[in-house]
């Protein structure tokens, strides 16, 4: 994932901008975002007894996984279309887009409109997360923090929450539209949120400089590689080591890229990749264990902890947002410890026959993530 700018509006914030648009925008992100996330897991092998027998089910498989390099390659190109495009347009757009990929998943009966559809959705994610990211840079504290605490739950429970449609379900066409009722929601709250912004005067976003736009666009050329290999290896039908090298590849490919931005923004970027990397892939393992089927207690049994290590998650990154002035460079690290004594703990509670136990190691996963990226956020003068 790019690593949004230092972005700076050339008007800061002040009594013109309601708190109506920040009611709207509280609304659209815990809205929004986990919706964006949701695209990412590939759930289709849950559905697969339901899969037509005409259909190549492995490669049907393989191409629903597109909607992930979709995000990658769109994130970086929405951080530059924002010099050009304002934030509320850019978010009717994003989920403009995920509300036809769910429009049209129900008429998706071959493995090209299923890879065209699941694109679409990989798309309006990609504009999503950074497009929100930027809506809330310049407003109220909170929002900010929400936006962290949202995140990083969205990250972990990602799985449960693609897995969670698909419950007793009599089409594997759901896979491809899990939330069409949260979509129009989101999409109503953006149309909302739109007009609300014009009428109270258009307050000017931020836009990154000509500089932090460059940067931008090289790290599209990395995420356009990432694209091609994953489609390459969906229609290829790749082993698993060489998609494995490749997947570290792209890791370090994603730490140079890092390394190479400005010095302020750095640390921000080591912890966004070293988030996204650890966060979704552990959970969504610890998350396959406690089905059911395993020995676990399934997704209801889940629940609980994971509204737990949420509001915790919201609750820290606003601890930090609002009381810690000046984290310097050790909030980050420290929030980075938390998730690898999180990850530790899963080998001491998985599985859990209740799923209870399973509060410690999501809460300090989920209250790690929020902590690094808040504070990594606050060096760059979010």
């Known amino acids: 994932m790019a690593v949004p700018p230092n972005l700076r ?42 899969l037509p027998g005409d259909i190549d089910q492995v490669g049907l498989m393989r191409t629903h996984g597109l909607a992930l390099p979709a995000l990658m390659l769109t994130v970086p190109l929405a951080a530059v279309a924002l010099r050009r495009v304002q934030v509320a347009h850019l978010l009717v757009a994003g989920l403009a887009l995920v509300a036809v990929s769910d429009a049209a998943g129900g008429y998706a009966a071959s493995e090209l409109l299923v890879g065209v559809v699941r694109v679409l ?70 149309a909302a ?8 005067g258009r307050p000017a976003g931020p836009s990154p400089s000509v500089k932090e736009r460059t940067r931008l666009l090289l790290a599209a050329v990395p995420a356009a590689g990432i694209a091609v290999v994953a489609i390459s290896t969906a229609t290829e039908g790749w082993r698993a080591i060489p998609v494995i090298l490749l997947a570290g590849l792209a890791i370090v490919g994603l730490l140079a890229l890092a390394s190479i931005g400005a010095p302020e923004s750095r640390t921000l970027a080591y912890t966004m990749v070293a988030v996204g990397v650890v966060l979704l892939p552990s959970a969504a393992q610890v998350t396959l264990v406690e089905m059911g089927g395993l020995g676990g207690p399934g997704l209801r049994g ?28 050790w909030l980050a690290p420290l929030g980075l410890l938390a998730m690898v004594v999180g990850l530790c703990s899963v080998r001491l509670v998985v599985p859990s026959a209740d799923g209870l136990v399973l509060a410690v190691p999501f809460s300090l996963l989920a209250v790690g993530a929020a902590v690094a990226l808040t504070a990594a956020l606050q060096e760059v003068g979010a």
Do not use: E
């Open 121 to 190: 959705r990989g798309v309006g994610a990609g504009i999503i997360v950074p497009v929100t990211l930027v809506a809330v840079w310049d407003r109220a504290p909170v929002l900010r923090a929400l936006w962290v605490g949202v995140f990083g739950l969205g990250l972990l429970a990602a799985q449960a929450l693609a897995l969670w449609p698909l419950d007793d379900v009599s089409s594997w066409k759901v896979t491809l539209q899990p939330y069409p009722m949260v979509t129009g929601v989101a999409l109503a709250l953006a």
């Open 302 to 329: 889940l629940w609980i902890p994971y509204a737990v290590a949420g509001l915790l998650a919201v609750a820290a990154s606003v601890v930090v947002r609002l009381f810690t002035k000046a984290p310097g460079r």
């Open 9 to 50: 509006s050339p008007h800061p914030a002040g009594p013109r901008h309601s708190w109506l648009l920040d009611v709207l925008l509280g609304l659209l992100v815990v809205a929004a975002l986990p919706l964006a996330i949701v695209a990412i897991p590939n759930t289709l092998s849950v559905v697969a007894r339901l």
């Open 193 to 200: 949120y739109l007009v609300a912004w014009t009428v109270l």
